[in-house]
């Protein structure tokens, strides 16, 4: 088995990627199946953390006529569901986990506290961040990259439905052409959907390479991981 190339990881899964074919709600088989790959993960020593979204259950930004605050709110509970989903498949596996929530459910989740989070991780312990920031107007890209950045990971891992970043949407442009590696100003520039606008600029303040690949395998998560040439990297210059 080849080496990983990283030690400590911070996982983001869309929550359309959690759905799988059924496009909303959860499905179990895809759920399962990255489980597996994470505790490959665990056990070839990598710190993993996780951020989920909750696009499977709520997507705030198309509720038309509701306040933006409220739609974030709702957001935030979609991606606990998601959240302990995910630590339900891990802990089915043997692979210890805890979900650290932005706003507090003492009775379902940790508060997230920083200090806990780290020492979860070195304890070996998966970490599932859920609610994204805890505040409406920032979505969980934003989250995920502020979570990295709290927790020094290395690498964002962004696991999605595409296989990479491409400079149009692929799924209606089939001249679509796909980027190897990209910069952070580039991304910006050209309005690229990567992560967020406000996620991007998180990453490249705290130089954190953000790795983009496809979940229709999970195995590539690993593969990733161990430093194969699958998707797209957006580094510094």
């Not at 130089?207 to 957006?234: A, E, H, M, W, Y």
């Amino acid at each position: 088995m080849d080496k990983p190339i990283y030690k400590r990881v911070l996982l983001k899964l869309s929550g359309e990627a959690l759905a799988g074919e059924m496009k909303t709600g959860i499905n179990n088989e895809v759920v399962n199946e990255i489980a597996l790959s994470i505790k490959e993960l665990h056990e070839m020593g990598v710190e993993v953390a996780i951020v989920v979204g909750g696009g499977n259950f709520w997507r705030g930004r198309t509720s038309e006529g509701m306040d933006r605050t409220t739609a974030d709110h709702i957001g935030m509970l979609a991606t606990v569901m998601n959240s302990l989903a995910m630590q339900d498949a891990l802990e089915n596996i043997g692979v210890l986990t805890r979900v650290q929530n932005a706003i507090e459910m003492r009775q379902i989740a940790e508060p997230y506290i920083r200090r806990k989070a780290m020492r979860h991780l070195e304890k070996g312990r998966v970490v599932i961040f859920a609610s994204g920031t805890g505040n409406p107007y920032f979505s969980t890209d934003t989250a995920a990259a502020l979570r990295a950045a709290e927790i020094e990971a290395e690498v964002i891992l962004l696991a999605k439905k595409v296989d990479g970043v491409y400079d149009s949407d692929p799924m209606i442009n089939p001249e679509a052409k796909k980027f190897d590696t990209l910069s952070y100003m580039e991304v910006l520039k050209r309005g690229l959907k990567v992560m967020d606008s406000t996620a991007t600029s998180l990453c490249m303040d705290n130089k954190i390479p953000i790795r983009v690949f496809g979940l229709n395998n999970s195995k590539n998560i690993i593969d990733v991981v161990q430093g194969k040439n699958i998707g797209t990297i957006v580094e510094e210059e």
